[in-house]
């Protein structure tokens, strides 16, 4: 039996980035998945567009505005999946991404699991065009594989490092098991933004 993996995605006046975000996780390889957006409290038609996608693989949740740690509590609140995938509303998710972090996953593998995969980041500019922003001292993803200092040190020397150093990583990057989350606990409501 492979796993059912739960897409999170949390909006709030998502204006023209929540249709791709939703589009990304129903066209994900892998298709054992639900789809549950949490529209938390959007004024500018956000909850309609979501709503236009419900279906068999896609639920919709609306509820007051609270934050996104909020909205993802809510969402893994409802979540039926094995697996967790967190998608803020203007994020994309590549066609394989799931497919390729539970390549790893056999049914021997830990129920306390985080799968993390590369990101890259990009921008929209004014004139309509989407680009990526290339790594460098302000930004380097989050796919530590490519780092050697962090693939002989325990996984909790690593946290505290990647923390440490302000190195950027999203719950884009995670595919977390449903019982990791359990035991972590759920989301810290007063981080409502960056800092």
């Known amino acids: 039996m492979t796993p059912l993996v739960s897409i999170i995605i949390t909006a709030h006046n998502s204006g023209v980035y929540l249709d791709p ?26 909850l309609g567009i979501a709503r236009s996608f419900e279906g068999p693989r896609l639920r919709v949740i ?15 609140r409802a979540a039926r999946g094995d697996y967790i995938q967190f998608l803020d509303h203007d994020d994309l998710l590549a ?12 049914p021997d593998t830990s129920r306390r699991t ?12 004014p004139e309509g065009e989407r680009r990526e922003i290339p790594p460098g001292p302000d930004y380097r993803p989050a796919f530590v594989s490519t780092y050697p200092e962090y693939q002989t040190i325990s996984a909790h020397d690593w946290l505290l490092r990647w923390w440490l150093q ?3 990583t999203t ?3 995670w595919l977390i098991s449903r ?3 359990t035991a972590a606990g759920p989301w810290e409501k007063r981080f409502l933004a960056r800092l």
């Open 179 to 181: 019982e990791l989350i």
């Open 171 to 173: 719950p884009l990057a």
């Open 62 to 76: 609306a509820q007051h505005n609270q934050g996104s740690c909020a909205a993802r509590n809510t969402g893994a």
């Open 114 to 125: 985080l799968f993390m995969g590369e990101i890259t980041r990009f921008f929209d500019t």
């Open 166 to 168: 302000n190195l950027e």
């Open 95 to 106: 066609p394989d991404k799931i497919a390729t972090q539970l390549a790893h996953w056999r």
């Open 21 to 46: 975000a939703i589009r990304s996780a129903l066209d994900q390889t892998w298709t054992d998945s639900e789809v549950i957006v949490v529209d938390d409290g959007s004024t500018d038609g956000s």
